[in-house]
């Protein structure tokens, strides 16, 4: 591939380069230790984790955090539609009865469903009316994450439930009856759908990773019923709701049968009823232990944070305990969260160390000994490069510009982001010397500036700088230090299953400007789509444009076209369809508009233009790429050159040649895109009857934030050369002159035509350059 493609190539790579090399790496390394420490309450992010070097010094420095800043209230913070009240069912379609009907035997969606693999852990929290959006919303925030479900069950109406929240509520007011309801209603939705119930009341405090990790430890087998003990007795002890008690789905499944005489039973209090209403049914007693586990419970008296947490912190039960209980208010169950996520990252840190001076203790055995460390430690190896073309560049900075930043430009302004970070790094870069040497320094300049993005590392930066000392006789002292920013969190998106065989309707819009390239697109697509047996359908507009005192029709030749591919493919007739709009001005939107009511939500447009090369590879990979309420795709295509410019001389190959000499990767195209049409019908609401011609399609969908618009570099849409028409005055007039200049042919292609023209002439290359404007005229 060319080194123009292969940068294209390598951009469009890197999210998927990033997630994998990331991936790996970090879960080799951190996965074991930074199990999704906090928390929704800690806003401000550990992202910025900055690393310094200055050259020759051995020992690495400290990596610098942004102060974390919990406990901010977030209260009130609302996001998501509320789920309230819908009852999700999971996967349990596939019910014996069906097959002894003589029905159909029909396969559950999932494989889980049918080997009977469960989720692990549902949470069912005891609150009440009034304390649901308090006490409940503080759980809801510093556990819900951790547990795969959690429902909050209430006697009597509890008003409109709190955003991404399900709130069941009983009608029955007696508050020691709920947990034989919240049983029986779990009994009717997810019998069997966990592995482990826990059970709460809205004043626990509950450590959610470290409940999950404890439930995952034990062996599915068993039959569990552990939790905070209420008190020991001499045939086994009771346990409390207000600790938290699990139970396994075995244990569970005994109660089901006969839970309705539960409510018959009337015991002092809700831990009661439900310790009485478990033992009467499924015969079993309440213990710490579960397997060979522990259920690490603790209750506190009169509890006041700030006061308490001094004695608190100085006990190991506490530190190690997964349930704190009871919370007098939310906000000391906020506090105490944020106490826990604290430790958990203190002790982050400690693993993180110990894991560095294990790396470093370890290397002297590996090949290559102690110099065979990459700095910094824990971060993947800077990528070696195995030719030239792969060598990732380094960009030179000034504290204005940036050289060199892409292949095609020498020098921009620094600006925006860019300029952001190389403040931020300079800063960091000082601060971090001062602390070393002393707070020495009153002042620093940026002498040379370097930064590279290496896809599998993060930003590196290495700075030159000159440190003024603080009083006038010092000297000043120039330093070199290297910076990485490290790749932050890396996501996987999980994306639903596409199938490649799912029908396209390519649109292709026709001006009366571009007619004559008509017969080519045409016989493209006999040759992909009539002769194989591809699933595309054509829909062919020809655009009038409305001019007085013309007559016949231009598009007759068009026409006749059409007809002559298919009535060589009599079986395929109904592959193509043509109609006409008549308009005054282009807009991408009223031509969609305009196709909206001849097809169905749910078919997948491609909106194609003429001079593009029909390949089947660019249908399947539309076909791969749209997902229908996910996902448009707008592909980066490839466009030719002017022929008479790269070529020596005629004749010229027929198609489109890919490669550096040849033509370009043009990122400013967005001519081409596929999608849903349910997706455009939904962005299209976005968008009023007064803007409609001034919205592009692109524009349309990024507009909607639920849509990703994916943009990659396509090899296998090629589009011949054309003279682009721009606008005359427009918002796109800037970017439609930008690509016309670059679509003619490469800057060392226009610079060897410009010495040819000159040399014929007998002119110097300034005159040319002076009467350019005039050359590109020839030329073009
Ligand atoms: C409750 O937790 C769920 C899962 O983490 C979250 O999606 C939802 O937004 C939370 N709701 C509130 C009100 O905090
Ligand atoms: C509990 O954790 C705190 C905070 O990290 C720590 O200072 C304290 O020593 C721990 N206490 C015990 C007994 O381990
Ligand atoms: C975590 O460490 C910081 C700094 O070393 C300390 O101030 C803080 O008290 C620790 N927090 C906990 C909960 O251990």
Redesign the pocket.
């Known amino acids: 591939m060319s080194l123009l493609g292969r940068n294209s190539f390598v951009r469009s790579c890197i999210p998927v380069l990033i997630g994998i090399c990331m991936g790996i790496a970090l879960n080799m390394m951190v996965a074991p230790f930074l199990d999704d420490l906090c928390d929704p309450i800690d806003t401000k992010d550990t992202e910025n984790l900055i690393k310094l070097r200055e050259t020759k010094m051995v020992h690495e420095l400290d990596t610098k955090n942004k102060e974390q800043e919990p406990g901010k209230g977030e209260v009130n913070d609302q996001e998501t539609e509320s789920d309230g009240n819908d009852f999700y069912i999971h996967e349990q379609k596939y019910q014996r009865e069906e097959i002894k009907d003589g029905k159909k035997f029909v396969r559950p969606r999932f494989a889980s469903t049918e080997l009977g693999i469960r989720e692990k852990l549902f949470v069912g929290v005891l609150s009440t009316p009034h304390t649901v959006n308090s006490f409940g919303m503080a759980l809801n925030k510093t556990f819900a994450h951790y547990v795969t479900k959690t429902v909050f069950f209430t006697n009597g109406k509890s008003g409109m439930p709190p955003p991404g929240m399900q709130v069941i509520s009983f009608p029955d007011q007696d508050n020691k009856k709920l947990p034989i309801h919240a049983l029986k209603y779990i009994k009717e939705h997810y019998a069997s759908t966990f592995d482990y119930y826990l059970f709460i009341t809205d004043r626990t405090y509950i450590r959610g990773e470290k409940l999950y990790e404890l439930v995952g430890h034990i062996s599915i087998s068993e039959e569990v019923h552990m939790g905070a003990i209420l008190h020991r007795g001499d045939q086994g002890d009771t346990c409390t709701l207000d600790g938290g008690i699990i139970l396994s789905q075995n244990v569970l499944s005994k109660v089901y049968p006969k839970i309705d005489s539960c409510f018959l039973k009337s015991e002092q209090n809700p831990s009661l009823a439900f310790e009485a209403c478990i033992l009467q049914t499924a015969n079993s007693k309440c213990s710490e232990k579960g397997g060979d586990k522990n259920f690490r419970s603790y209750k506190v008296d009169d509890f006041e944070f700030d006061d308490d947490i001094t004695s608190l912190?100085?006990?190991?039960m506490?530190?190690?305990s997964f349930s704190i209980y009871p919370m007098p208010d939310d906000i000391s169950l906020y506090k105490i969260h944020r106490?826990f996520c604290?430790?958990e990252i203190?002790?982050t840190r400690q693993e993180i160390q110990k894991a560095k001076d294990s790396i470093i203790g370890l290397s002297e055995f590996a090949p290559g000994g102690k110099d065979s460390l990459q700095w910094p430690i824990g971060v993947p190896e800077a990528f070696k490069p195995n030719t030239r073309f792969d060598v990732v560049q380094w960009s030179y900075f000034t504290d204005t510009h940036i050289y060199f930043d892409d292949d095609f430009t020498n020098i921009r302004p620094l600006q925006g982001a860019d300029k952001q970070d190389i403040q931020e790094i300079q800063q960091i870069a000082f601060d971090r010397l001062n602390s070393i040497y002393g707070d020495n320094f009153k002042q620093f300049k940026l002498v040379n500036g370097y930064r590279r993005f290496e896809p599998s590392r993060g930003m590196e930066y290495t700075l030159d700088l000159e440190l003024y000392g603080k009083h006038r006789h010092e000297k000043t002292e120039q330093k070199r230090v290297h910076l990485l920013r490290p790749l932050g969190k890396v996501e996987i998106v999980p994306m639903p299953y596409v199938t490649e065989n799912s029908q396209i309707h390519l649109i292709l819009p026709v001006y009366e400007s571009e007619m004559g390239d008509f017969g080519n697109f045409m016989e493209g697509f006999a040759k992909t789509v009539l002769e194989t047996s591809d699933n595309s359908y054509l829909y062919v507009i020809f655009v009038y444009e409305k001019k007085k005192g013309k007559s016949g029709d231009p598009f007759a030749v068009p026409k006749t076209v059409i007809d002559y591919h298919l009535n060589n493919h009599p079986s395929r007739k109904s592959t193509v369809t043509w109609k006409v709009l008549e308009t005054s001005e282009k807009s991408e939107l009223d031509l969609l508009d305009y196709v909206v009511r001849d097809l169905q939500s749910g078919d997948l447009v491609s909106v194609c233009s003429i001079g593009m090369e029909m390949d089947i590879d660019y249908l399947n990979r539309v076909r791969m790429n749209t997902i229908p309420n996910v996902q448009v795709f707008f592909p980066i295509s490839f466009w030719q050159y002017k022929q008479n410019m790269v070529y020596q001389k005629p004749p010229y190959p027929p198609g489109v040649e890919l490669g550096q000499r040849y033509g370009h990767f043009d990122v400013d195209s967005y001519e081409h895109s596929s999608f849903y049409m349910s997706d455009y019908m939904n962005s299209r609401k976005h968008v009023s009857p007064s803007d409609t011609k001034k919205t592009s399609l692109i524009d349309l969908f990024l507009k909607v934030q639920s849509l990703h618009v994916f943009r990659a570099a396509e090899p296998s849409l090629r589009i011949r050369w054309k003279l682009l028409d721009c606008p005359v005055r427009d918002d796109d007039k800037l970017r439609c002159n930008k690509r016309k200049s670059e679509s003619l042919a490469s800057r060392s292609q226009l610079a060897k035509a410009v010495f040819d023209y000159a040399e014929k002439k007998h002119l110097s290359v300034e005159e040319v350059v002076k009467s350019a404007k005039q050359l590109t005229n020839t030329i073009g």
């Open positions: 912190r100085n006990d190991a506490f530190n190690s106490y604290q430790l203190n002790l």
